[in-house]
């Protein structure tokens, strides 16, 4: 299918709701209060996919999210039984509903941020929006499908406050800003909303969410019980020492051949330094520039790159091997090594237990035998930091504009999703928060 030919584009904004129309039987065993909530999040999907493409038309780069905060919050206001409390960590949102019966507080998140990234395609919706980054005015898009996360909770908020009366404990709704804000001394909006209390008052028990992609087939879930996207960490390398001739090196103390010795010295910390089983790791080298002419020896040289790991000992371990090799072989070169080293995402682990405790929601939401376990993923997501103490679940949505064929990778400028897949995400979220409500009393205990 061609994105940029008007069937495609019918196809695409239409959601292919025909093929979807009526709501899936309930599962065996579902309770009437999750039958009912799910009937009420399949009747939400028109109005699920209007907000969606209203925040597509109008995306707002990390920490900009205020339009977008205040679109979200003034659709919670119409929603019975929500509490709105605005402006946590800078644009995020918390909303809270308190259910008619006692129970467990379930957490549901959303981020809200797009990307610097021109969007091309040629659909009615489409963004044409300009932002502002690193100093430059740049084209700003959902190239990652933050809108539809956010419609989605609007959809399971909207329905699950019209079944607050036998709700048996309380639903935290949390809009997260700047996810896509990465590593650096700047957090990104998960740390910083668990920084401003968001898991407290009232006490959160667990945090679930999920992210939409492109892979086919369209409508699937994939989940993992463990470690299941990496941490991402950034570092960088500044090498000083004394600039010279080309001529005459020897009166010089040339950063770049210790540079290039750095770089390939880093690129045994994964073959030689750190546990394979106990989850992959990946360092890489992006960036390593030094010098302005040929006949120029430089003052300073730079490396960059980054860490992933589904690992944290490992992750350690990454991390301190670069410090060592860079100061040690800085030092035999008579240099001066300064390192740096920002952890932008944990390593995201869905807790096993409230993972199986959700697991046979996810097949509801979806249907028998599209939802699924699935392998790791090496992409990092910063819903890690909801983790540290509490236990999390997170689950990716797969929306191919396909079908069976994968589309374009989130962060792509053709990056698209199909519309109809929305109404799984939704019934994912809510069946979900009434699984884990629901569960035995002794679930902690269960392998």
């Not at 039987?25 to 009420?40: D, H, K, N, V």
């Not at 005015?137 to 956010?150: L, M, N, Q, R, Y």
Request: hydrophobic letters at 45%.
């Amino acid at each position: 299918m061609n994105l940029r030919s008007p069937l495609a584009a019918l196809l695409l904004c239409a959601g292919f709701l025909n093929a979807t129309a009526s709501a899936q039987a309930p599962a065996e065993g579902q309770s009437a209060l999750a039958s009912r909530a799910l009937a009420l999040a399949d009747a939400a999907e028109p109005q699920v996919i209007a907000w969606r493409r209203h925040i597509h038309q109008n995306p707002e780069l990390s920490y900009q999210e205020q339009q977008t905060a205040a679109y979200v919050a003034a659709a919670l206001a119409r929603m019975p039984g929500i509490e709105v409390q605005t402006g946590i960590a800078r644009t995020g949102i918390k909303a809270v509903l308190r259910g008619g019966k006692p129970g467990p507080v379930v957490a549901l998140r959303a981020d809200m941020d797009a990307l610097p990234v021109a969007e091309r395609n040629d659909l009615p919706f489409r963004s044409q929006a300009k932002g502002e980054w690193l100093g430059k005015e740049v084209p700003v898009s959902h190239a990652c499908g933050h809108d539809t996360h956010v419609a989605m909770l609007l959809g399971a908020a909207q329905a699950l406050s019209q079944v607050r009366a036998d709700l048996p404990g309380t639903v935290v709704f949390l809009f997260q800003p700047a996810e896509e804000q990465g590593p650096g001394p700047v957090a990104s909006g998960a740390p910083a909303m668990v920084a401003a209390g968001v898991l407290e008052n009232p006490k959160v028990d667990v945090v679930m969410g999920q992210h939409i992609n492109a892979r086919g087939p369209s409508g699937t879930i994939s989940y993992r019980r463990g470690g299941f996207m990496a941490s991402g960490d950034a570092f960088k390398i500044v090498l000083k020492g004394k600039g010279g001739h080309g001529s005459s090196p020897w009166t010089a103390k040339d950063p770049t051949l210790a540079a290039a010795e750095i770089t390939l010295a880093l690129q045994n910390i994964v073959s030689h330094q750190v546990d394979p089983l106990d989850g992959t790791t990946v360092v890489t080298v992006g960036l390593l520039q030094s010098g302005n002419r040929v006949n120029i020896l430089p003052d300073t040289a730079e490396i960059g790159g980054t860490v992933r790991s589904l690992s944290k000992k490992n992750q350690k371990v990454a991390h301190d091997s670069i410090r060592l090799k860079a100061q040690k072989i800085a030092e035999s070169h008579g240099l001066v090594a300064e390192v740096t080293i920002d952890t932008g995402y944990e390593v995201l682990v869905s807790d096993p237990v409230a993972t199986q405790a959700v697991a046979r929601a996810l097949v509801a939401a979806a249907g028998p035998g599209k939802a699924a376990e699935a392998p790791p993923s090496m992409g990092s997501e910063d819903f890690g930091s909801f983790g540290k103490n509490i236990p999390v679940v997170f689950w990716h949505l797969n929306a191919s504009p396909f079908g069976d064929r994968h589309g374009a990778p989130n962060h792509s400028a053709e990056f698209a999703i199909d519309e109809s897949s929305l109404r799984v995400g939704v019934r994912a979220l809510v069946g979900s928060t009434l699984s884990y409500m629901d569960r035995p009393a002794d679930a902690a205990k269960m392998p």
